[in-house]
């Protein structure tokens, strides 16, 4: 019975596979037509067709990026629905060509129960069933009967109860990149995965309680959800490093989501992918919000009037300029409000207009006759005037984000100006040479400094305002384009009017987003959130002013020294009391042996943990090993050992800074291609990390080399040792140094 069960199922899911390939069929059919129409000159013809366009490849991305895994589950219904008591539940929805439902979305209200439903709380479901792929085959199927008159019928043995999806997910080898959890979310997960979008929702768990999964999760189902809304203004997630952004970046194209923009910490400003880390007070002095004042002060600093009065020469006109005519301008500008390179405009506008003045009567003091034609010369003259322009300069300079930060760190005299209060210490952790990297803690400072500054103006753009009258144009040909070919609900007029072919090297919502500084978006995704800096908040705020955010972390785990210590002082300054708390308490990745450890470490170094409950044991218990005189040697006899019990699943070697290039060098030595640092660490079977960088990661099994070092490494360091110490799904080794 079992096998005619399993067979009956093979075939339902064969049948939705070829659904799914007529459907690519069909799109790529239209994508070709579109693609060959000729329409001539006319503008709204054109348009019309390289936004469809744009719309086929769309779906046509969206339908080959699901195939895997295309169908994970079924419910049984109490009652017939659509002619049917079935529904299955898989990564996108499918229609016949009738319109009846073959496919219901994950993200879909009818699916709710797949993930809600209890014995107690049915949800009008009778069983629960999950369909294991491999490829497009469905290899075992586990039920989990809510109705008992299901076990008592004569089709009972029907019903096949197995080691359950969520267990076999939990055991199955890391490949080095985070898979989807669509097939086995869990109820409480489920629970905040369909929240509000509205405000900011945090998501506090421990190591191992899926909140990065939960967080993408939640990210598609928000586009789904609220399509309209996101589609023009788009996603953002936000993580502490590359290597954990390829980690997770498979996840969203999988669950059919693929214009969602990605950023590390490091590159939250255009132009800049910061990847080198201050040492702990420089990341606190730069991360508090008194640098926003700092660099207001630094700002305004470079609008000064000169000390003495100044000679100039203009056209063999000797002309004597008192500091209060620069002071008087200066005052003007800095009293409408704008950035220094907008109000610049105002305050050599009224420069110019005062000295044009004082020439004027100068010359006419000296006999000269000037009328209104004799001062827009002089007034021409006095701007194109190099003595005019070096006084104009040396008072208000236009600055680029970048300039500004690298002369406050690289002019100490200028640095203790503006710092009356701070010590030495606090002055030279800040000082560096001007052509330094930028690090992750200078680019919320350098996005500051953009908000302080502004765009410097030009004369204006024709081809600016063309694009403003071609967008109304876009726009009104997208509206009556959605009209004649009644496709009113699938494309709104907005994402059509962004494929139209005139807006040239447009780029997607994505990219473009990821270019412009002042993009907004309709929600933010930030991991590993107790990391960031009051700064750095600020940035993300801006990035986002509706406020709608998903936060996920953990305040126990926090390594960063501008980091939070409660999410109350994180978030209440930023978002006032529009934020939400959710918990999360079931550790789905770490086996209970690992976990009791790790927590109790974490306890007795004082660290604010959430407890969680293991969902299983797991098979090895830690292994101690002494490291003797030569670490680096240990570890690798540590791996070693490891690849003896597994030589397929994926390993991660994690030492303290002062250690990671030593290991590193003789781990590779002995497993050659097979070990990598950092990020392309990721793509081989062993990776060699830094706690810091093995944030937000998992592996089969851990080597940490001297975890006495790591957690002294720095004032944080437990908190390190606590995240280091909960990578594994498997197996952990500890190399100690006595």
């Not at 044009?356 to 004799?374: F, H, K, W």
């Not at 003595?387 to 104009?392: A, E, I």
Request: with cysteine.
């Amino acid at each position: 019975m079992q096998e005619s069960e399993l067979d009956r199922e093979r075939a339902v899911v064969a049948g939705l596979y070829e659904r799914l390939d007529a459907l690519r069929v069909e799109t790529a059919e239209r994508l070709t037509r579109v693609r060959r129409e000729s329409v001539g000159g006319n503008h709204q013809a054109r348009s019309e067709r390289d936004a469809f366009a744009q719309l086929y490849e769309d779906q046509l991305v969206q339908l080959r990026e699901v195939d895997a895994r295309l169908v994970f589950g079924r419910l049984l219904l109490e009652e017939v629905v659509d002619g049917t008591d079935h529904r299955y539940i898989g990564r996108i929805g499918l229609r016949d060509d009738d319109q009846r439902s073959l496919l219901v979305d994950w993200r879909a209200q009818q699916a709710s129960a797949f993930y809600q439903a209890t014995a107690s709380e049915r949800m009008g479901v009778r069983a629960r069933r999950h369909l294991t792929m491999s490829g497009r085959q469905v290899q075992r199927i586990d039920d989990e009967v809510f109705d008992e008159a299901l076990l008592d019928g004569a089709d009972a043995g029907e019903h096949v109860q197995g080691e359950g999806a969520l267990l076999a997910a939990l055991t199955a080898q890391r490949t080095g990149r985070m898979h989807d959890i669509v097939a086995t979310i869990q109820a409480e997960q489920d629970r905040i995965i369909r929240s509000d979008i509205r405000g900011a929702l945090v998501v506090q768990g421990g190591p191992g309680t899926g909140k990065t999964a939960v967080a993408l999760h939640r990210a598609a189902y928000l586009l789904y959800a609220n399509r309209q809304r996101l589609s023009s203004s788009g996603v953002l997630v936000v993580g502490p490093s590359n290597a954990f952004l390829r980690y997770i970046e498979a996840v969203l194209p999988s669950l059919g989501e693929t214009g969602v923009v990605m950023q590390s910490l490091g590159e939250l400003f255009p132009g800049v992918e910061a990847t080198a880390v201050d040492d702990a007070e420089a990341a606190r002095l730069k991360g508090d919000a008194s640098m926003a004042r700092l660099l207001s002060r630094a700002v305004r600093s470079r609008q000064k009037a000169p000390a003495e009065e100044q000679t100039i020469v203009v056209d063999n006109e000797r002309l004597v300029v008192q500091p209060e005519l620069v002071q008087r301008a200066i005052a003007k500008a800095q009293r409408t409000g704008k950035p220094h390179n907008v109000a610049r405009v105002t305050f050599v506008k009224h420069a110019l207009a005062e000295l044009t003045d004082q020439l004027a009567a100068q010359l006419r003091a000296a006999g000269s006759t000037i009328d209104d034609a004799d001062l827009k010369v002089l007034r021409e003259d006095l701007r194109t005037s190099y003595d005019v322009r070096v006084l104009l300069n040396t008072a208000w300079l236009p600055l680029t984000p970048q300039k500004l930060l690298q002369d406050l760190y690289a002019r100490p005299a200028w640095l203790a100006e503006l710092t009356p209060r701070w010590t030495d210490g606090q002055r030279g952790a800040l000082q560096r040479d001007r052509t330094a990297p930028f690090t992750v803690s200078d680019v919320p400072l350098l996005d500051e400094a953009a908000e302080l500054l502004g765009d410097f103006p030009g004369r204006p753009d024709p081809a600016d305002r063309e694009r403003e009258r071609q967008r109304k144009r876009d726009l009104e040909n997208a509206r009556a384009a959605i009209a004649n070919m009644g496709v009113k609900g699938l494309v709104s007029a907005e994402q059509l009017a962004d494929g139209f072919a005139e807006r040239v090297d447009r780029g997607t919502t994505a990219e473009r987003a990821a270019a412009d500084r002042s993009w907004t978006y309709g929600h933010v995704v930030v991991d590993e959130a107790q990391e960031l800096s009051p700064m750095q908040w600020r940035v993300l705020l801006r990035r986002c002013p509706m406020k709608s955010f998903t936060i996920v972390g953990d305040i126990a785990q926090v390594a960063s020294a501008a980091g939070a210590t409660s999410w109350d002082a994180a978030l209440r300054p930023v978002f006032k009391d529009a934020w939400r708390l959710e918990k999360l308490t079931v550790n789905y990745r770490t086996p209970a042996q690992i976990t009791r450890e790790a927590e109790r470490i974490a306890v007795a170094a004082g660290l604010p943990i959430t407890p969680t409950r293991a969902v299983r044991e797991g098979d090895w218990p830690i292994r101690r090993v002494p490291a003797g005189g030569d670490l680096a040697g240990a570890v690798t006899a540590a791996v070693e050992h490891d690849r003896m019990v597994d030589a397929q699943g994926t390993l991660a070697v994690i030492a303290p800074e002062a250690a990671v290039a030593e290991v590193e060098a003789a781990v590779r030595e002995r497993f050659g291609a097979d070990a990598a640092r950092g990020a392309a660490g990721l793509t081989r079977p062993i990776a060699v990390l830094t706690g810091y960088e093995a944030k937000g990661l998992e592996f089969d099994a851990v080597v940490l080399a001297d975890p006495a070092a790591l957690a002294a490494e720095s004032s944080r360091g437990a908190a390190s040792l606590y995240v280091a110490m909960t990578r594994p799904t498997q197996r952990l080794t500890l190399v100690e140094v006595p």
